[in-house]
């Protein structure tokens, strides 16, 4: 059943057949971009299926204004789910985690492992201080992995403008952390 049909059972009938077969359809996708952008959590699988639940009962609640007219559904949904991990990002605090000193490692690729996640950590942090068109230029990309054309319908902007905007921002969050690590 097309996408169309199911919204409109969902909010003429409440449908919640309707619902489940259109969460489903774009639950696995969803989850995925939520995932990657959960890595540089304590648990990313955890983080991505809560935020995948937060991004679907926003979509669901929030169906009535969605027009068609203006964007299909898996870019509304997009947008949904973009507003919810901003959102996540800038509630997130970091636990504090206590280290029992009986148990050092001295793994380098441990080390490695902290190292990169702590520099995932500070980018994403960069990157949720950017303003909101351009952090999903860098988002739609980079973790849901849209080419330029795809991200230059979803933002409504020239693809020219899209790769400036993408290319600029790399350049200057590689500048930021370079000098870092």
Excluded: C
């Excluded at 636990?95 to 029992?100: A, F, P, R, Y």
Aim: charged residues 35%.
């Amino acid at each position: 059943m097309e996408d169309a049909k199911l919204i409109r059972r969902i909010l003429s009938k409440r449908d919640r057949a309707a619902a489940d077969m259109l969460v489903e359809r774009y639950y696995d996708e969803i989850y995925r971009y939520a995932y990657r952008q959960s890595l540089g959590s304590a648990n990313p699988k955890e983080t991505a299926m809560d935020l995948t639940q937060e991004i679907f009962i926003s979509a669901l609640q929030s169906l009535a204004t969605y027009n068609p007219k203006k964007a299909g559904f898996r870019t509304w949904l997009y947008r949904v789910a973009n507003s919810r991990i901003i959102d996540a990002r800038r509630r997130f605090h970091p636990e504090e985690v206590q280290i029992d000193e009986t148990k050092f490692f001295d793994d380098r690729d441990f080390a490695d492992e902290l190292q990169n996640k702590e520099l995932v950590q500070k980018i994403e942090s960069h990157i949720s201080g950017l303003p909101s068109d351009l952090q999903r230029i860098l988002r739609l990309h980079l973790y849901a992995e849209k080419t330029f054309e795809q991200i230059a319908k979803e933002v409504e902007m020239p693809e020219g403008t899209v790769k400036t905007k993408y290319y600029r921002a790399v350049k200057r969050i590689r500048e930021v952390f370079q000098s870092e690590y």
